[in-house]
């Protein structure tokens, strides 16, 4: 088990924050012959760093998980975050923070996630929609795991007919005429809708410039899907930024036409960021 020390941390937590929890090939390799450890140790060791962008209002559980993207080489931090004053079911899962922060910044294979803590039933599920769900591996405290020992008799896209999987990487062709960023564009087709078809994808901007962006991430056993506009705080969250001293500029949802169903959770979320913001709310 690999101890960093409180310098080293600190060292470790400003890179994540500047990079908003992905830690490049490049900083793996240094971080792993710094640390003196393999690739899966320094998973494991990252999970104090990971839990430091935990905001739990509410429980004051602070969950922190680091997954890794066999394709690019990459890790990324995830952690819980929960929303004062709104229904416990909203909450973004440390599991989902990791593998939505992969998904929306370019990973393909996410292949193992180390936890701080034993993912609930909700995150086994949430992760069993990926394409690497058969040889997924969980790294926690008490040893190593495959998704199928911690999820026996699964339920999965396959039972709904779905012969796609979150992470696919499927990409929606298809023109999006509104007065939008090319970037929210380009997440709105990456979205994994299967079973709604509701395109879906969220876009934050600070004052200072700063864009975040989210993707609507479906599951078939429906309440585990991540909003858009959850993904997109999440995001945020691993900037280091508290979502109730954010300073923001403005935030767009845009959604499908005939299938729209996020702009209520939206504004619900939306109520832990600073200000009356008003949401920009796009259909097409």
């Not at 405290?141 to 026996?152: F, N, V």
């Not at 929210?184 to 809708?193: I, T």
Request: glycine content about 6%.
């Amino acid at each position: 088990m690999v101890i960093i020390d409180s310098k080293t941390e600190e060292y470790i937590y400003d890179i994540a924050k500047q990079s908003n929890g992905v830690f490049a090939s490049s900083v793996v390799s240094e971080l792993t012959k710094k640390l003196n450890c393999d690739r899966e140790q320094l998973q494991q060791a990252l999970l104090v760093v990971a839990a430091k962008f935990s905001q739990a209002p509410i429980s004051s559980f602070f969950v922190g998980a680091v997954a890794f993207d066999k394709i690019t080489g990459n890790l990324y931090l995830g952690a819980n975050l929960e929303f004062k004053h709104q229904a416990l079911s909203l909450v973004v899962h440390a599991e989902q923070a990791a593998i939505n922060n992969a998904w929306v910044n370019g990973a393909h294979e996410i292949t193992s996630i180390a936890i701080n803590a034993a993912p609930c039933g909700f995150c086994r599920q949430f992760m069993n929609e990926l394409s690497s769900a058969g040889n997924l591996s969980i790294l926690l405290p008490t040893g190593k795991y495959t998704l199928s020992e911690l999820l026996p008799c699964d339920f999965g896209p396959g039972d709904l007919g779905n012969a796609s999987s979150l992470m696919a990487n499927d990409v929606s062709d298809i023109d999006i005429d509104l007065p939008i960023s090319e970037a929210l564009k380009q997440h709105l087709r990456y979205a994994y809708v299967p079973y709604t078809q509701n395109l879906s994808a969220a876009e934050l901007v600070l004052k200072d410039g700063r864009a975040f962006y989210g993707r609507y991430a479906e599951n078939a056993a429906y309440s585990p899907s991540l909003s858009p506009m959850n993904s997109v705080l999440s995001q945020l969250a691993l900037a280091g930024e508290a979502l109730n001293e954010a300073d923001v500029e403005r935030i767009t949802l845009v959604e499908k036409a005939g299938n729209e169903n996020q702009k209520s959770v939206a504004q619900a979320v939306m109520t832990s960021l600073k200000g009356n913001l008003p949401l920009i709310h796009h259909v097409f």
